[in-house]
Protein backbone atom coordinates (compact mmCIF):
# COMPACT_ATOMS: atom_id res chain seq x y z
CA UNK A 1 0.00 0.00 0.00
CA UNK A 2 0.60 3.75 -0.58
CA UNK A 3 0.01 7.23 1.37
CA UNK A 4 -1.73 9.33 -0.26
CA UNK A 5 -2.63 12.67 0.31
CA UNK A 6 -5.01 14.73 -0.86
CA UNK A 7 -5.19 18.68 -0.94
CA UNK A 8 -6.96 21.93 -2.73
CA UNK A 9 -10.41 21.82 -0.76
CA UNK A 10 -12.52 25.00 -1.54
CA UNK A 11 -15.45 26.55 -2.07
CA UNK A 12 -16.01 28.13 -5.78
CA UNK A 13 -18.37 29.45 -7.77
CA UNK A 14 -20.02 27.80 -10.71
CA UNK A 15 -18.00 28.10 -13.66
CA UNK A 16 -14.90 28.25 -12.09
CA UNK A 17 -12.14 26.33 -11.75
CA UNK A 18 -9.57 23.81 -9.27
CA UNK A 19 -6.82 21.91 -8.98
CA UNK A 20 -6.53 18.79 -6.32
CA UNK A 21 -3.24 17.23 -5.85
CA UNK A 22 -2.54 14.02 -4.45
CA UNK A 23 1.15 13.08 -3.48
CA UNK A 24 1.95 10.01 -2.77
CA UNK A 25 4.61 7.77 -0.55
CA UNK A 26 7.58 6.68 -2.29
CA UNK A 27 8.19 6.41 -5.71
CA UNK A 28 4.63 5.48 -6.40
CA UNK A 29 3.18 7.25 -9.69
CA UNK A 30 5.73 5.81 -12.17
CA UNK A 31 4.52 2.42 -11.19
CA UNK A 32 0.74 2.68 -9.71
CA UNK A 33 -2.63 3.49 -11.68
CA UNK A 34 -4.79 6.35 -9.82
CA UNK A 35 -8.02 7.09 -9.91
CA UNK A 36 -10.65 10.32 -8.40
CA UNK A 37 -13.55 9.37 -7.06
CA UNK A 38 -16.15 12.05 -5.65
CA UNK A 39 -18.71 11.05 -2.97
CA UNK A 40 -22.17 13.51 -2.80
CA UNK A 41 -23.90 13.47 0.59
CA UNK A 42 -26.14 10.17 0.29
CA UNK A 43 -24.75 9.27 -3.19
CA UNK A 44 -22.49 6.13 -3.97
CA UNK A 45 -18.69 7.07 -4.25
CA UNK A 46 -18.10 7.31 -8.29
CA UNK A 47 -14.58 7.22 -10.24
CA UNK A 48 -14.27 10.60 -12.37
CA UNK A 49 -11.03 10.59 -13.55
CA UNK A 50 -7.85 7.49 -13.68
CA UNK A 51 -4.56 7.93 -15.10
CA UNK A 52 -3.02 4.59 -15.06
CA UNK A 53 1.04 4.01 -14.84
CA UNK A 54 1.20 3.90 -18.73
CA UNK A 55 -0.62 7.62 -18.86
CA UNK A 56 -3.42 6.35 -20.22
CA UNK A 57 -7.01 8.70 -18.64
CA UNK A 58 -10.30 7.76 -18.44
CA UNK A 59 -12.96 9.90 -17.48
CA UNK A 60 -16.84 9.71 -16.13
CA UNK A 61 -19.27 10.89 -19.25
CA UNK A 62 -20.03 13.91 -16.83
CA UNK A 63 -16.64 14.97 -16.53
CA UNK A 64 -15.22 14.54 -20.25
CA UNK A 65 -13.96 17.65 -21.42
CA UNK A 66 -13.60 19.75 -18.57
CA UNK A 67 -11.86 17.65 -16.44
CA UNK A 68 -7.94 16.48 -16.75
CA UNK A 69 -5.93 14.02 -14.95
CA UNK A 70 -2.22 14.20 -15.14
CA UNK A 71 0.78 13.36 -13.01
CA UNK A 72 4.19 14.89 -11.94
CA UNK A 73 6.14 11.47 -11.38
CA UNK A 74 9.65 13.10 -9.95
CA UNK A 75 7.66 14.71 -7.43
CA UNK A 76 5.35 11.72 -6.20
CA UNK A 77 1.99 13.91 -7.20
CA UNK A 78 -1.35 13.42 -9.18
CA UNK A 79 -3.19 16.24 -10.03
CA UNK A 80 -6.49 16.82 -11.09
CA UNK A 81 -7.23 19.86 -13.09
CA UNK A 82 -11.26 20.63 -12.98
CA UNK A 83 -12.76 23.30 -15.14
CA UNK A 84 -15.85 24.73 -16.04
CA UNK A 85 -17.26 23.53 -12.04
CA UNK A 86 -21.45 22.45 -11.56
CA UNK A 87 -22.92 22.54 -8.15
CA UNK A 88 -23.11 18.62 -9.34
CA UNK A 89 -19.37 18.17 -8.99
CA UNK A 90 -19.18 19.19 -5.63
CA UNK A 91 -18.42 16.36 -2.99
CA UNK A 92 -15.62 14.50 -1.48
CA UNK A 93 -12.77 14.47 -3.72
CA UNK A 94 -10.54 10.64 -3.28
CA UNK A 95 -7.38 9.89 -4.68
CA UNK A 96 -6.66 5.89 -5.25
CA UNK A 97 -4.13 4.07 -6.02
CA UNK A 98 -2.62 0.17 -7.26
CA UNK A 99 0.25 -0.92 -8.57
CA UNK A 100 0.17 -1.86 -12.08
CA UNK A 101 -2.64 -1.83 -14.67
CA UNK A 102 -6.07 -1.75 -13.69
CA UNK A 103 -8.55 -3.29 -16.00
CA UNK A 104 -11.36 -0.98 -15.22
CA UNK A 105 -9.94 2.29 -14.32
CA UNK A 106 -12.99 4.32 -12.53
CA UNK A 107 -14.17 0.97 -10.69
CA UNK A 108 -13.78 1.71 -6.74
CA UNK A 109 -13.29 -2.46 -6.26
CA UNK A 110 -9.78 -2.07 -8.30
CA UNK A 111 -8.00 -0.23 -5.63
CA UNK A 112 -6.39 -0.85 -2.89
CA UNK A 113 -4.53 2.47 -1.42
CA UNK A 114 -6.90 5.58 -0.48
CA UNK A 115 -6.40 9.05 0.44
CA UNK A 116 -8.59 10.58 3.57
CA UNK A 117 -10.58 13.47 1.38
CA UNK A 118 -10.47 17.21 0.27
CA UNK A 119 -13.76 18.83 0.28
CA UNK A 120 -15.07 20.80 -3.35
CA UNK A 121 -18.31 22.82 -3.02
CA UNK A 122 -19.52 24.45 -6.19
CA UNK A 123 -22.03 26.83 -5.64
Known amino acids: HVQLVESGEASVQAGGSLRLTCEAS????????MAWFRQAPGKEREGVAA???????DYAESVKGRFAASKDTPKGTWFLQMNSLVPEDSGMYYC??????????????????WGMGTQVTVS
Open 96 to 113: AAVPGRVLFRLLRSQYNS
Open 26 to 33: GDATGRYS
Open 51 to 57: IDFANIT
